[in-house]
């Protein structure tokens, strides 16, 4: 769980050079500094449990590897056992990154040697995604501290996101990403991920797993996005998706037609309303008298509409949420 550096500081290839100073290691390839916890440095030290994560991704010969914060490379090496094609670490500490090369000099020279291996000293929140462009799958054991931002950054990387993503959460984000309708944990991280991917619980990993053992429990989840769907243009943009969502989970318990009969929400709404018309005008100046009223009207309309006025968004699922959306954007109502 070693965190993935704030901004893309160097490059650690073939040559191993780093620019970091190095750190001791024992012959276990262990590393004995200090672990920075603050920075979500909870490696995993369970050799089984880093095999079933690996099995899981389903790697192949051809593919190209990501993992987010390798650490020391407990993970990295099981990855390597499957001749893949190349692997690319993300890593946030130079001190890991250093051990983590000298780790594969040692037990995998091969693949360092036929240039294999790519280790960028970054913040995988912050990095250049062209620099992802190309990976098939990503295996990390996540900093917690940016779950969220690792899940949707992974599903927005162009031209498509990884096939498969196999990412270890804290358990109760695990179990919100796989959440359904109905369920208490169910939110609009939920409906968000699930139209974009399919979600898959794995297993439960106790805290003694890693070291240092974090506060919290964790869980595996299996991400597959819905690659084809995404380039056939079936799925919406997602920062329009989740404007949705952000007005709809606002009081998830509040009626639809509650959460969006809002003076805020309907300002903002008649805001991007006035900006589409004139985008779709070619920015030419446009003799536009939109009220107040009129876009409360046609927003309540829209969910009568649809029949959501009476729902709320803890009952309805994502592809209800995608038929509203559309819905709105027919009519010229956009939430971004």
């Known amino acids: 769980m070693a965190k993935a550096a704030r901004n893309t500081k160097k490059y650690i290839n073939n040559t191993g050079s780093s ?3 190095a750190t001791t290691s024992n012959t276990n390839g262990n590393t004995v500094f200090k672990f920075n916890t603050d920075l979500g440095q909870h490696i995993l ?3 089984l449990i880093a095999q079933a994560i690996v099995d899981k991704a389903e790697l192949r010969t051809s593919d190209t590897v990501l993992e987010i914060g390798p650490g020391t490379g407990n993970l990295t090496m099981k990855i390597i056992q499957c001749n893949i094609k190349k692997l690319i670490c993300v890593e946030y500490d130079p001190r890991m990154a250093s051990e983590l ?3 594969i000099k040692s037990e995998a020279p091969e693949f360092l040697a036929q240039n294999r291996v790519e280790i960028i000293i970054a913040d995988f929140a912050k990095i250049d995604m062209k620099l992802l462009k190309n990976v098939d799958v990503c295996i990390s054991n996540t900093p917690y501290q940016i779950s969220s931002i690792i899940t949707f950054r992974l599903l927005a990387i162009e031209p498509k996101p990884p096939r498969i993503s196999v990412l270890m959460f804290q358990r109760e984000f695990a179990l919100r990403l796989v959440a359904k309708p109905g369920e208490q944990l169910y939110s609009r991280l939920s409906c968000n991920v699930q139209l974009y991917a399919n979600t898959k619980h794995v297993m439960k990993v106790d805290k003694n797993n890693f070291k240092p053992p974090p506060k919290v429990e964790s869980s595996i989840i299996k991400l597959e996005p819905k690659i084809k769907q995404m380039q056939q ?3 919406p943009p997602m920062d ?7 007005i709809a989970f606002n009081r998830k318990n509040k009626t639809l037609n509650s959460n969006f009969n809002n003076k805020n929400v309907i300002e903002l709404l008649k805001k991007n309303y006035i900006i589409g018309k004139v985008s779709n005008n070619n920015g030419e100046n446009m003799d536009l008298d939109i009220t107040y009223d009129f876009i409360r009207d046609l927003v309540l309309d829209i969910l009568s509409q649809c029949d959501m006025q009476d729902k709320r968004a803890q009952k309805l699922s994502e592809l209800d949420f995608l ?9 010229g109502i956009y939430f971004s």
């Open 45 to 47: 030290k369970n050799p």
């Open 19 to 21: 620019g970091s100073k």
């Open 101 to 103: 090369l000298k780790r």
């Open 323 to 331: 038929k509203l959306l559309l819905k709105f954007m027919e009519n």
């Open 240 to 246: 329009q998706f989740d404007g949705l969502l952000r």
């Open 233 to 235: 243009g079936q799925l």
